[in-house]
C-alpha cells in the first residue's frame, strides 16, 4: 500500500522503515522537500522509500501517519493540505507535549479536549485514529521487544478505518487480543492522558522498553 | 493503629472497614459531627469504629487516609486542621475530578500540578502520599478481585511514610513486587493523569474489576 508518514524524528523514521520492511511503498514528508533526516531516512531505506514535502506524503497515498510533534501537527496537517488527507485513514501516533514547564513536558491540551479531537475537528474529512501514543516507537513497531501480553489502544469516530488499523496494528506484531478500541475520537483524552503516567514510568524505570497490559 | 478517614463515600466506607478488619481503630469524619452515612457506617463497622468531625478523625491518630471527593479536598483538610495532620502520613486518595463538562470527567487539576501537591503545599507538615488512586475501591482494598498481577503506584517526598504505606498496601494484600514508586510528590501528576485513561476504560470493559500491570 501507499503510505506517507508526516515527520522526520524518531518516531516517523521508526514507523516509516517499519512500512517499508513490510511493503508499503512510503513517503516520508516534511516541511521542506530537502530535509536532511528524510533524506539521508528515504537513502537508507532503500526501494519503496521516498521523500519529499508534507503534501508530497499526503497526495496519492491511502493512508497517512502524523508523526510530528504534537505542539505542531495541527500546522503540518495545514501543509498536508486537507484535501489530500480527505477520505483517508489518518493514524495520530503525536501527543501534545508541552515542554515549556520543563521536563518531564506536560500536556498543551488535557481532559477536555485532546490533540486527536482537535485534528478530526479540523480535517472533518480525514477519518482520523488515535494509536500507538502511549509507547516508545521501537514498541510501537516490534510490540515482542517488552516480553508477555501488553496492549495498544485506538480511538476514532470511523469503524472502517479503526478496522483498517487493526489490520496494519496485527501487521506490526500486535496480538489482535492486544488492540483495546477505547471507542470514538473523544477518547483519545484517555490515551493522551496516560502519557503524564508513562512519564513517570520511563523516570523510574530508565528504559522505554516497557508498556501497560489492562488486567481484568 | 489508630487511624483516620476523611470521607463517608464509597471510597471512603470501603477502606475504613478493610482498616477496622485489619484490626485498626478507625474514626470516619465529615464536615458534620452526625452524619448519618457515617454513623450508620459506624454502627455497621462494629468495634474499632468510631465517627466525628473532619478534625475529630485526624486528632489523635498516627495516619490519615483523604478519601474526600478531590474537589473537596483541600477545604475538608483545612477542616480537619494542619495541626492535626502534622508529622502524619497522610496518603491521598482522592482525584481531582472535573464533572462540570459532563461525563466522564475530567481534571480539575493536570500536568502542570496534581491535587497530592496541592495538599503537601498547603500542609507542609503533613507526608502526602499519593496512592490507591488508580483503582475502583472494591479493588483497592481487594487486589485479588482482579486476577493475575497489577500494580499500585505511590508518590510522596517522605520515604518513612512511604514505607508505612507499603506495609499497609501489603496487609490489604498487594504483593510487595506490586507496589510502583513513582519518586516524589510531583508524580502524582502520573497517576492522576492516568484516571483519564481509566475512565475511558471503565466504559469499555463496564465493570469497575480491573486495574493495569505494567510490564517491562
Redesign the interface.
Given at each position: 500500500m501507499r503510505m506517507g508518514v508526516l515527520g522526520t524524528g524518531m518516531v516517523g523514521r521508526t514507523i516509516a522503515s517499519k512500512l517499508v520492511a513490510l511493503g508499503h511503498e512510503v513517503t516520508m514528508g516534511s516541511r521542506t522537500a530537502d530535509n536532511e533526516a528524510a533524506r539521508a531516512w528515504a537513502a537508507e531505506a532503500g526501494a519503496g522509500a521516498s521523500h519529499g514535502t508534507f503534501a508530497d506524503a499526503a497526495q496519492g497515498v491511502e493512508l497517512v501517519f502524523n508523526c510530528t510533534a504534537g505542539s505542531g501537527s495541527l500546522e503540518a496537517l495545514r501543509a498536508a493540505g486537507a484535501e489530500n488527507l480527505a477520505g483517508k485513514t489518518l493514524i495520530d501516533v503525536a501527543n501534545p507535549l508541552?515542554f515549556s514547564?520543563g521536563m518531564p513536558p506536560?500536556?498543551l491540551v488535557?481532559?477536555?479536549d485532546s490533540l486527536g479531537e482537535q485534528i478530526q475537528r479540523e480535517f472533518q474529512d480525514a477519518k482520523v485514529v488515535k494509536a500507538l501514543n502511549t509507547m516508545n516507537c521501537e514498541v510501537m513497531v516490534d510490540p515482542a521487544r517488552?516480553?508477555?501480553?501488553?496492549d495498544v489502544?485506538i480511538s476514532g469516530n470511523d469503524h472502517g478505518a479503526k478496522a483498517q488499523v487493526r489490520e496494519l496494528l496485527e501487521s506490526f506484531g500486535w496480538p489482535a487480543g492486544s488492540v483495546?478500541?477505547?471507542?470514538d475520537i473523544t477518547?483519545a483524552?484517555?490515551?493522551?492522558?496516560?502519557?503524564?503516567?508513562?512519564?513517570?514510568?520511563w523516570?523510574?524505570?530508565g528504559?522505554g522498553?516497557?508498556?501497560?497490559?489492562?488486567?481484568?
Open positions: 508541552d514547564h506536560s500536556l488535557s481532559g477536555t517488552v516480553p508477555g501480553e501488553h489502544f483495546i478500541d477505547l471507542g477518547t483524552r484517555g490515551s493522551e492522558g496516560h502519557l503524564l503516567l508513562w512519564l513517570r514510568l523516570g523510574v524505570l528504559t522498553d516497557f508498556n501497560i497490559k489492562v488486567v481484568s
